[in-house]
């Protein structure tokens, strides 16, 4: 079983960065491949970005390709989004979600384990 803890969010204005950071418990983190989702309320969960154990295959939606970077440390148990050149329409929840199975990377209920979820906020 794998516990997911996200931190890094916070308020920042169009056009800056922030990284999120998402703390794993259990010893088979390398085992999970891992992904990060935002929501807000009313609406369904959007996939952002992928990678798998080895971080050898990374996957982003289109609307944040080219600005965001995931990655993961798996020494550390931690997955990694690196947010740039933000926009007020990245406003959302940001979750972080593994599973050991892939059947679709971008479907939320791929995932068996979710955090809480980190608040990012952008201004105009």
């Known amino acids: 079983q794998v516990q997911l803890v996200e931190s890094g969010g916070g308020l920042v204005q169009a056009g800056g960065s922030l990284r999120l950071s998402c703390a794993a418990s259990g010893r088979t983190f390398s085992n999970y491949a891992m992904s990060w989702f935002r929501q807000n309320p009313g609406k369904e969960r959007e996939f952002v970005a992928a990678?798998?154990?080895?971080?050898?295959?990374?996957y982003y939606a289109d609307s944040v390709k080219g600005r965001f970077t995931i990655s993961r440390d798996n020494a550390k148990n931690m997955v990694y989004l690196q947010m740039g050149s933000l926009k007020p329409e990245d406003t959302a929840v940001y979750h972080c979600?593994?599973?050991?199975?892939?059947?679709?990377?971008?479907?939320?209920?791929?995932?068996?384990?979710w955090g809480q979820g980190t608040q990012v906020t952008v201004s105009s």
């Open positions: 979600a593994g599973t050991q199975y892939v059947s679709s990377w971008f479907d939320p209920q791929t995932y068996r384990y």
């Open positions: 990678i798998s154990t080895s971080a050898v295959t990374t």
